[in-house]
């Protein structure tokens, strides 16, 4: 399945599976309902460096549910150790000037940069 950058997805490779990962208002949703932050504050936050690393698994399970509605935490985790960098290119993909701010980005399915270290708690 290929990402569609328009509706803020971003596909990745993991364990020999290839998983699409959508950022839309269902999966903020679904986010705030299991850890009861407000995602849109909580992403401003982490693209700072100031997220706990629960809390990032959490997303990435939330952006799995779409097209993967059995992916689990586990799963999650998985993905964000192998590539740490998605949650900046999902939030890239789903606010598309967040991406013409960084010219030296490279394409939405490679290896992105990791976020900053994740703050304790």
């Not at 290929?2 to 020999?16: L, Q, S, W």
């Not at 995602?39 to 993967?68: N, P, S």
Request: proline share 7%.
């Amino acid at each position: 399945m290929m990402a569609n950058r328009f509706k803020g997805e971003v596909a990745i490779d993991c364990e020999g599976s290839r998983y699409t990962l959508r950022m839309d208002m269902l999966a903020l949703a679904a986010f705030e309902d299991a850890t009861g932050e407000n995602a849109l504050a909580w992403a401003e936050a982490a693209e700072g460096g100031q997220a706990a690393v629960g809390d990032m698994i959490e997303m990435i399970r939330c952006t799995l549910a779409r097209h993967h509605p059995e992916a689990d935490y586990r799963l999650a985790g998985d993905i964000l150790s192998e590539d740490p960098g998605v949650l900046l290119r999902l939030f890239r993909a789903a606010s598309p000037e967040l991406a013409q701010d960084d010219p030296e980005d490279g394409p939405e399915d490679g290896p992105g940069k990791p976020l900053p270290a994740p703050a304790a708690g």
